[in-house]
């Protein structure tokens, strides 16, 4: 069943099943079938001599149950804060497949790191100085690199891209010296034995992505002629495929990527390194799916507006970059059904007290009635992650599902947090008498 006929289904299944509390009509779905054949995708598009880690990035799916998964998927992790690395060792994710990057690591975080031996890559020449002092000449247990910016330039998105000339992350490739700083880095520390490049983001060109790759091999073949023997063992080409946010296709697919790379970097596939991806969005937004229940309509201007419980909260990205990062929403009745009649332009807003809290701005939909439900699509990465706490309002449960002889079933892998909960994270159980 295509994962659009199953999400149809689970919908109908959860309204039928009156899964959208009453209290805070809002839910999350994954379609744990879906993950599993994206997952798939990418480890078959990737299958070379080359060993492979798809470290999937916890910034995406900050839900440990749907982190577990992926562990017994075979996947990786890539974390990039002390609560990331928490919950992959929580999910059952092994120091060897664990990737830490962050461009603001504490020296605890560094020590923490080293001590766990679980793969690192620095950002910075501050980083590989604290590595040097914590180290005082011993050699760690795992893997340690440097992060490149190869100073690509932007994708279509400025605010996302990673790769541009005066991007905060990794040590720049193009500036004065740089280069040749670099090579001296590594030729000084046998045990820097990887390195790192992400240059991918939501909008940016597979072919500057694979560009990107292509710079740091060269950099690799010049590290090695000038230390005379290979050190780098593995290359971490980070992440950054686009999404298609404008139907239920996966385009561009981990396949056109890899025929980027072949185009541009061939040698990385013929044995020599292991590869590390660090894919986020391009593995679970398909994935996933919104309900809400509508609470009310009104008409303002002319201009239908209808009321429901998914706003900044949930879709921070999309309130505030509309443009950039817009979500496909459908119209469903009371029992499950999308509605098709009646389309007119219309707006759905969310219920943060603020103008631009609209989940879609003048969208031509079918006519939306109080009580009707609103399926936001394509959410399955960062959305269940990125939680908003304007207006105190809770996180909203996720649930996962397959499709499992003919019937949907159902697991938890969030649930709803309380008031109370809430009122506790600000501070609510805190003695602050004097």
């Not at 180290?135 to 440097?146: S, W």
Request: glycine share 8%.
């Amino acid at each position: 069943m295509h994962h659009a006929q199953r999400r149809a289904t689970a919908m109908s299944d959860a309204l039928a099943r009156e899964m959208l509390p009453a209290d805070y009509p809002i839910i999350g779905m994954v379609d744990l079938d879906t993950l599993d054949e994206l997952f798939r995708a990418a480890e078959a598009a990737f299958d070379s001599p080359s060993p492979v880690t798809h470290a999937v990035a916890a910034k995406a799916v900050t839900l440990v149950p749907m982190m577990r998964h992926l562990a017994e998927l075979g996947a990786g992790c890539e974390v990039a804060s002390p609560g990331e690395l928490r919950m992959a060792q929580l999910a059952g994710f092994t120091p060897d497949r664990i990737v830490f990057d962050s461009p603001a690591k504490t020296r605890h975080d560094i020590d923490t790191a080293l001590d766990l031996g679980v793969a690192m890559n620095l950002d910075n020449f501050t980083e590989l100085s604290r590595i040097d002092e914590h180290l005082a000449g011993a050699t760690p247990k795992g893997r340690i690199g440097v992060r490149i910016n190869p100073q690509l330039g932007a994708g279509k998105i400025e605010e996302m891209s990673t790769a541009t000339p005066t991007s905060k992350f990794g040590i720049p490739l193009r500036d004065e010296g740089s280069r040749q700083a670099i090579i001296d880095a590594y030729a000084a520390r046998p045990w820097l034995n990887q390195i790192h490049v992400h240059s991918g983001s939501q909008g940016m060109a597979l072919s500057s992505m694979a560009a990107g790759v292509r710079a740091v091999v060269d950099l690799v073949a010049d590290i090695h002629a000038t230390i005379g023997h290979q050190q780098i063992t593995h290359i971490d080409i980070g992440g950054g495929l686009p999404v298609n946010f404008d139907s239920d296709a996966h385009t561009p697919s981990f396949a056109d990527y890899r025929a980027a790379l072949e185009a541009e970097v061939p040698e990385l596939f013929d044995g020599t390194y292991g590869i590390i991806t660090e894919f986020g969005r391009s593995l679970l937004a398909k994935s996933g799916t919104m309900l809400t229940r509508v609470e009310a309509t009104k008409v303002v201007g002319g201009r239908p507006i209808a009321v429901c419980h998914a706003g900044a909260q949930v879709a921070a990205r999309t309130i505030f970059m509309p443009k950039a990062w817009p979500l496909r929403v459908s119209v469903l009745d009371p029992a499950g059904e999308e509605r098709e009649d009646d389309v007119c332009v219309q707006d759905v807003a969310g219920p943060c007290c603020f103008s631009g809290d609209i989940i879609a701005h003048q969208r031509s939909l079918p006519l939306i009635r109080e009580g009707d439900v609103i399926a936001i699509h394509d959410v399955g990465a960062y959305y269940f992650s990125n939680s908003f706490s304007y207006n105190a309002l809770p996180r909203p449960a996720v649930y996962g599902y397959r499709e499992k002889d003919g019937a949907v079933a159902w697991v938890t892998l969030r649930r709803q947090q309380t008031i109370d909960e809430v009122v506790a994270e600000a501070g609510g159980d805190v003695d602050s008498s004097w």
